[in-house]
Every structure is written in C-alpha cells, then in structure tokens.
C-alpha cells in the first residue's frame, strides 16, 4: 500500500473521530431543540436519539483500524476503551503501533 493511500486513511479516521465527537452531538442537541420547541416530549426525543447514538458509536467502533499495523487505532481493547476518555479527543498515534511519527503529523 502506498504511502499516500495510508495518509488518506488516517485522515480518514481522523475525520470520523470529529464527526462522532462534535458533529453528531451537535446535530443531535439541535433536533432536541427543535422537537422541544415544538411541544414533542421528552421521552420520544430520548427514543430517537438514543439509538443513533449507540449506532454511530458502534460504527466508529468498527471502523477504528489503523492504516499502518491493522490493529484498533484509539485502543479499544477486548474489555473495553483502555485509557480514559478525554484521550480520544486527542489522540493522533496508534496506541499499538506508535505511527504517524512526530514529523508526520506535523506536515
């Protein structure tokens, strides 16, 4: 696999983690908005956004392979996500394989 194939993938991957991260609970506050301002209850909100939730968590799940060595990217393990939380918002190396080195993220 080329170079620039493996780049494409981490930014990728990187995209996906901002998406799941920022976008999708900011989408999700502005339907409940939404909903709310038009009178639909509480419950009915939770019934819609509860399970897109656990499915864009589950997808991003899937989906967190690292380019370089095929293994989870943000390690999560067998038993569960191994560090704390606050680190998936920033990490940018593979908890396995240690890429991209520091010159790479930087350019």
């Excluded at 991260?21 to 502005?30: A, E, K, W």
């Excluded at 293994?71 to 067998?78: D, K, L, P, R, T």
Aim: glycine share 6%; net charge positive; charged share 15%.
């Amino acid at each position: 696999m080329s170079n620039n194939a493996i780049v494409q993938k981490y930014a990728k991957l990187l995209r996906r983690r901002l998406f799941i991260t920022f976008y999708l609970p900011t989408i999700l506050l502005l339907g409940c908005l939404i909903l709310n301002s038009l009178g639909i209850h509480g419950v009915l909100i939770a019934m819609l956004i509860l399970p897109s939730l656990y499915v864009s968590l589950f997808w991003f799940m899937a989906n967190n392979i690292c380019p370089w060595c095929g293994e989870s990217f943000f390690s999560f393990g067998f038993f569960g996500y191994k560090t704390s939380a606050v680190e998936l918002l920033y990490a940018k190396r593979c908890q396995n394989c240690k890429e991209p080195k520091a010159t790479k993220i930087d350019a």
